[in-house]
């Protein structure tokens, strides 16, 4: 079985832009979780969404929005990026939710200038 | 606020070593607490706990949670330069009928040859 995938890997911006990340979850998984990870603040869920519905959310602004597709492909998007939007973007997928094993993929890293 | 906090931040030890990696918890309504391992960069799930007192093992590694006292312990036996890696705790503090994920900073831990 195909695991998680993410693209692109790598990413550089400049404030101000807006940025799309595609997660691709594991085929038969419905729940695709979005989280940032920064040093100073660690992992920090920004939302879930299962069959193609936001289920849940954490506390991130606006900027930050997603969606899923049909064939539950998720994408993230930031807008109006700040310098403190870089961090290492990671989705993971799970059968069923953010309680279940969840799979993560590698990862975006954000850079912004 | 829900707050995840693990302990030590950052350990050294040598091959053959034991290890207990600490993870306390405040959250309002309790639903799950979860252990990954992050090397490189996708963390890897360890193990799920939602019962007090019941050991869940998996090789060299086991864990067990204390819902009275809210804290959870991730033991590594026979530690190996393998078992190199950041040590993540999340607790799934369900509200109102969404999830969310709050992770801890992680703990590092070395193993040195």
């Known amino acids: 079985k195909a695991g998680v995938t993410q693209t692109p890997r790598y990413l550089i911006k400049t404030r101000g832009q807006q940025v799309t990340l595609s997660c691709s979850p594991i085929?038969?998984?419905?729940?695709v979780s979005w989280y940032q990870q920064t040093p100073g603040q660690g992992l920090q869920f920004l939302f879930e969404y299962f069959s193609e519905t936001q289920r849940n959310k954490g506390n991130f602004p606006g900027r930050f929005s997603g969606r899923q597709f049909s064939n539950s492909r998720s994408e993230m998007n930031v807008s109006t990026l700040e310098l403190g939007d870089s961090a290492l973007y990671l989705c993971?997928?799970?059968?069923?939710?953010?309680?279940?094993?969840?799979?993560f993929g590698p990862g975006t890293r954000l850079t912004v200038t | 606020e829900d707050k995840v906090v693990q302990s030590p931040l950052s350990l050294v030890v040598h091959e053959g070593d034991t290890v207990t990696l600490n993870c306390s918890y405040e959250v309002t309504n309790f639903r799950s607490l979860l252990w990954y391992k992050q090397e490189k960069k996708a963390p890897t799930f360890l193990f799920m706990l939602t019962s007090s007192g019941i050991e869940k093992k998996s090789g060299r590694l086991s864990s067990i949670l204390d819902k009275k006292e809210l804290f959870s312990i991730l033991n590594i036996t026979a530690t190996q330069t393998g078992d190199s890696a950041i040590y993540l705790c999340?607790?799934?503090?369900?509200?109102?009928?969404?999830?969310?994920?709050?992770f801890g900073k992680g703990t590092k831990l070395t193993v040195n040859p």
């Open positions: 999340a607790v799934d503090p369900r509200q109102g009928g969404s999830e969310k994920l709050v």
């Open positions: 085929s038969g998984h419905r729940s």
């Open positions: 993971a997928s799970s059968v069923g939710g953010l309680s279940y094993e969840q799979y």
